[in-house]
């Protein structure tokens, strides 16, 4: 803050979003892209694409969507470059309780229910529950209440030491598991709420009592990452799947994602059943 003349002037902090020519060039650079492999895969000259990553020329709409597809940004990201264009965001984003995603919104219930007597859930971009079957809440015993109060994020519940942690047999790898993960998605989408989990994630202690399996599971060590987790059932095995909206063209519908965990066991798979019967 100064004074002219008399007269008090504030100075705004308020940051401009980037020009559209900037943001592209993150993401081909975030993409591991020279500007010669983004003009081969949008079928355009390179000098194109250094006109418009300097500036010197501007992209039609039609030409941000395309590249966008071509460097396989996010529904989310992509509006963000439009409106960097000038132009309006051209993916609707609803509410997941929103009408127009009622079809989308029953058919995650019809995947979830159907997994049953198996856990499922549903989760968001930021790995925020948004659905689960019956079969997660008996896995959940022990947590922390203020981990299973709304808005529960999965991953923290999962690497918690008041949250799943102490249970989980093969902690030290489903916990490197967790984050590569984790680091992987950062890097994809450029999400700060990502970045910001996960560095909170990796921060977190490690649980008191010894990792009992720390290296890979006997009949998994060249397939899958186990979930090895110690119930009031019993100890369970799991590998777990991901589905997404592959079609998707609502932003939050591109962002949804159901892990669903099967049995990596025949044990699991009849404790599983007799503790939840059709």
């Excluded at 008191?208 to 979930?227: F, I, N, R, Y």
Aim: aromatic content about 6%; charged content about 20%.
């Amino acid at each position: 803050m100064g004074e002219i003349a008399g007269r008090t002037t504030v100075r705004s902090t308020t940051r401009r979003a980037p020009p559209v020519g900037e943001l592209l060039r993150q993401w081909r650079r975030r993409r591991g892209f020279s500007q010669l492999d983004l003009a081969c895969e949008a079928d355009i000259s390179t000098r194109h694409v250094s006109f418009l990553e300097t500036g010197r020329s501007l992209p039609s709409r039609s030409m941000v969507i395309h590249l966008a597809e071509r460097l396989d940004i996010p529904l989310r990201e992509r509006n963000k470059l439009l409106v960097a264009a000038g132009y309006a965001p051209v993916y609707p984003e609803h509410r997941l309780d929103d009408p127009a995603l009622a079809a989308a919104r029953n058919a995650v219930d019809l995947v979830l229910t159907g997994h049953e007597p198996y856990p499922a859930l549903a989760v968001d971009r930021h790995w925020t529950l948004v659905a689960a079957n019956r079969a997660v809440t008996p896995l959940l015993a022990g947590a922390a209440d203020n981990l299973l109060r709304s808005p529960v994020n999965v991953l923290r519940l999962s690497l918690h030491p008041a949250g799943l942690a102490p249970r989980i047999e093969n902690f030290s790898q489903w916990r490197g598991h967790v984050l590569n993960r984790l680091a992987r998605q950062v890097d994809v989408s450029a999400d700060p709420v990502l970045t910001s989990l996960h560095g909170e994630l990796k921060a977190l202690p490690m649980p008191e009592a010894p990792d009992q399996m720390a290296g890979m599971v006997e009949g998994h060590a060249d397939v899958v990452v186990p979930l090895r987790l110690r119930t009031d059932l019993g100890l369970l095995s799991f590998f777990s799947t991901t589905t997404v909206f592959g079609t998707a063209v609502d932003v939050t519908l591109s962002e949804l994602a159901i892990e669903a965990f099967f049995p990596a066991d025949a044990a699991t798979a009849e404790v599983l059943r007799r503790a939840l019967p059709p």
